[in-house]
T-cell receptor, first 112, second 115 residues
């Protein structure tokens, strides 16, 4: 079956710290990989995506690389800001489908 | 485009009452999804439609839940009768539904509280 494992949160960091949120997945076929972000009181929105092996998705200073050999899609940012405080969801879409499998989400709290 | 529109944004009701949540997807999107989000269970897919036809409702928790999509621009999720354990944030999302690289666009959600 299809599944996603994200690191448990909350992740608490000081402003300008380096961020890594781990994500590993199992998915049938050749999946596309997504990270969504949910700011307080809002719906999820796409942060970045990668559709083939070794591709790097990037947006707003965040990056994630599609690692097929390790079935991972870890999210990184070199210097977080208070405004990055949100919940981050890893969400692969299995090959041949358009339905994502959402992880449990990882809460990030950034202190000034 | 205004994005996915949901109403109401907040709903407080008493146990046993009927609740109807509404969603207007982005124009031109062929797929519509209803999700429920709680602290305990995270984000759960309840049902999704493609071209107004329900494709998979296996996530609907029980017969008290029903969803319809009478046309391409409107969908409802109904709970009858409602129970306190239905309290959650309900999201509607839409996508083009044409390929696995398509993102989903989420509405702002309806926060439901059943007393």
């Amino acid at each position: 079956g299809n599944s996603v494992t994200q690191m448990e949160g909350p992740v608490t960091l000081s402003e300008e710290a380096f961020l890594t949120i781990n994500c590993t997945y199992t998915a049938t076929g050749y999946p596309s990989l997504f990270w969504y972000v949910q700011y307080p009181g809002e719906g999820l929105q796409l942060l970045l995506k990668a559709t083939k092996a070794d591709d790097k998705g990037s947006n707003k200073g965040f990056e994630a690389t599609y690692r097929k050999e390790t079935t991972s899609f870890h999210l990184e940012k070199g210097s977080v800001q208070v405004s990055d405080s949100a919940v981050y969801f890893c969400a692969p879409i299995p090959g041949g489908s358009y339905i994502p499998t959402f992880g449990r989400g990882t809460s990030l709290i950034v202190h000034p | 485009d205004a994005g996915v529109i949901q109403s109401p944004r907040h709903e407080v009701t008493e146990m046993g009452q009927e609740v109807t949540l509404r969603c207007k997807p982005i124009s031109g999107h062929n797929s519509l999804f209803w999700y429920r989000q709680t602290m305990m269970r995270g984000l759960e897919l309840l049902i999704y439609f493609n071209n107004n036809v329900p494709i998979d409702d296996s996530g609907m928790p029980e017969d008290r839940f029903s969803a319809k999509m009478p046309n391409a621009s409107f969908s409802t999720l109904k709970i009858q009768p409602s129970e306190p354990r239905d309290s959650a944030v309900y999201f509607c999302a839409s996508s083009t539904g044409s390929s696995g690289s398509d993102e989903q666009f989420f509405g702002p959600g309806t926060r439901l509280t059943v007393l």
